[in-house]
Each structure stands twice: as C-alpha cells, then as structure tokens.
C-alpha cells in the first residue's frame, strides 16, 4: 500500500467541496429554509444585498412612470372602453391582501403587503361582452405581455396593485401598476402593466412562447409536482 | 539581489485569465442580481448574455491555456496542491487554489442548470439559483483575503511580483518557503 505516500488531503477537500455543492442542488432549499429565521438578522445588516426579491426584467430599459400621460387602457371585447389616469385608478375602491410571491426559478418572498384594485372594478365599468373568455395584460415593457382566462381572473386574491409593502410601487417592481396573482408563479403577474384587452381566448404569453407553461399554477406546473 | 523562478508563463496566463473571467462575471452577474443595480443599468438582456457567454469563455480559455501551455508543468502543480502540506505553496494558498477551482466548476454546472432551465423544465430546480448565489459570496469572500495579502498586507505582497513578472527575491522566497527549493531565474 501507499503508506509512505503523503496524505492527500487537498484532493479530498477539492472532491468534497464539489460534492457537496452538486448534491446541493437537491438539498439546498430546504437546508436553507430552515436556517432563514436566523440569517434574516444578517441580511438587513447588508443594505445592498435584495432581501428575497429578484429584479427580472426583458427590454433595455425599466419603463419609466410618468404621472401625467400615463393611462391604463382597457380595450378589446368591452362594451366601454376605458383610459384610466393614475388619479382614477387610485380614486377606484382598493382593496388589501397580504399573500406569499412565488418565482418559477425558485425563490419566494413571504407575507408581501399589496394594495390595488380588484378587476371587478374594472369588470363593472367596461363591461366585457360575453363573448370575452380572458384577458390580455400588456407591458409598457414590450413585448412583455401575459394572459389569463376570464375564470383564472376571477381568483378572489387577484389584483392590479399600485401599492407594495406600504409604498408605491417601485420602478423595478412595476410602478405604477402591476398584476399579482399569488397562485400562479411570478412570471404571470405582468409588471408596468398599462393595457388590459379582454379577448376571445387566452394565449402564450412572453415566457409561454419560450416553453413555460401557460397555467402557472405554483407547485404544479413548469416541470414542478409532477 | 538575486531572484528565484516562481510562477512559469502559462501559470501566470491560467491565473490573469481567471481573474479577468472572474471580474467580468462578478460584475455583470452583480447587475443581474442587486435590484439597485439592475435599475441602474438596465440592458438585462445584453447583461445576461455577456454573464452566460462570458462564463463559457472563461472555462473555454482557462482549458484552452493548459492544453496549450506547458501541460507537464501544470500538473506537477496539481499534483503538489492534492497534498496539503508546506512545499512550494503554504496550506492556506493551497486551500484558496483547491476552493477556488471547486467554485469555478460549480459556477459552471448551476450556471449551465440555470440557463437551460429556462427553457427545458428538466433542467430547473429549486435551488440552483440559491447554490449559484452562495458560491458568488463565497468566492468573494476568498478573494478579498486573497487580495489583501497580495496587494496589502507588507510581509506577503512582495508575491504579487511571482505573478506579474515571474520571479520572487530569493530571501523573500526562502524565509516564506522554507520547503521549497526554487528553481534560479534566468
């Protein structure tokens, strides 16, 4: 045997530091989960470090909120068409919800605080026509756009929110106006959201075109709880 | 004042290839992930591609270096680095080393999970990205002691010169590598 040989123990470290971190990849997220209470101290200590969030985002630039021009347009199958500035969005009667974000890559902010507008509201007044059976949500991001079938819409936790955490929406969450659906993975919930057009039939949205399922269910879709 | 032989050429390209690889993707995989900083720059779409074709050009020029550079000596230097004793590098650089190429090849393998995920489920996983996000703060964190002994801390930047011009004072070298019998410059 190799007994006079030196012990190779840099080998050892090198192959056990790349094992642990390929078989991470399975045991990663629940080992983390468990230790988050007590690292949740040291995240804040970090001001530049994201505190659960990650910024997504398509086009060269973050769309720009301008108070003044901007209008939310509701159009398509609707017996009103409407344009909604930013004051009569917020002049409509809001609603509050505190649910979990789930992102299809994933990660998961807890207990995010949102205020907004339920699409009811905004049912009352255009009135979609019967033959409407979902709804097109477009970004000032283009070609960032996403839909939802009229039943998905109807979720009693869905919501065109201009508030987050007590605050107005940031740029890089969507300001002014983003949709949240807490059932369905964050790629769904369209950020600078300025268009909604009630359609016959939902279709692929940005990353649907690019292979991610269309019924975003959280846990149950995009090759998750098969 | 004589000088020792400390780092060959293809050493010294390995290790400024893997710097400048190293900062590139530092710094774009930053913008990527520190909303303040996405904001700030915008251009996701070009950030990203520079991030995933520049960590395919980091791996593809550090292995075209060794297969073109002086293989044999490159793996007389692994070879010392499996044993994790004084010789021709201290324990702790060659801890560093050892991590350090662990990390790259990790980087490599969630980076690689993450970009196909996006397109084939087969490929996603929960924890990718939080692994990718770890190795990032890890790495760091070797390379600020990294870059303190080598540019700041007196006893030991004297090294800093083995990397950039090949050769070390052989006073230097002796009473920091007692085990070690340099090779004379020429």
Known sequence: MENSSPKKYGRGLFLATLFGGVTSIAWGRPV???????????????????????????????????????????????????????????ALPSAHQVTDFHCVTGWTVRNVHWKGVRLSEIFDRARPFPEAHALQFVSAELPYLDYLTLQQSQLKDVMLAYEMDGKPLTREHGAPLRLVIPEMYGYKGVKWLNRIN?????????????????????????GYGA | ??????????????HWVNAAGFFLLLATGLILYLPRLSVLVGRRPLIKDVHLWGGIGWIS??????????RRGVLRTARDLEVLEPSRFNVGQKVNALLNAAFALLFLVTGLLLWFGERDTTFRFTSTVLVHDILMYAALTLLVGHLYLAVIHPATRHSLRGMTRGTVREDWARRHYPRWTPPPAD
């Open chain 2, 61 to 70: 020029a550090l292995a075209l270096v060794v297969l073109l550079g002086d």
């Open chain 1, 32 to 90: 983390w989960n468990r230790f988050n209470g007590a690292l949740a101290g040291v995240e804040a200590l970090v001001p530049l470090v994201p505190h659960g969030w990650r910024i997504y985002s398509v086009a060269d630039m973050m769309p720009t909120f301008e108070p003044a021009t901007w209008r939310l347009a509701i159009d398509g199958l609707v017996q009103q068409k409407l344009a909604l500035s930013y004051e009569e969005l917020r």
């Open chain 2, 1 to 14: 004042m004589r000088f020792v032989r400390r780092f060959t050429r293809t050493e010294r390209t390995l």
């Open chain 1, 198 to 222: 009630l359609v016959p039939q939902a279709g692929d949205g940005y990353w649907e075109v690019l292979g991610y399922d269309r019924d975003a269910w959280v846990g149950h879709s995009n």
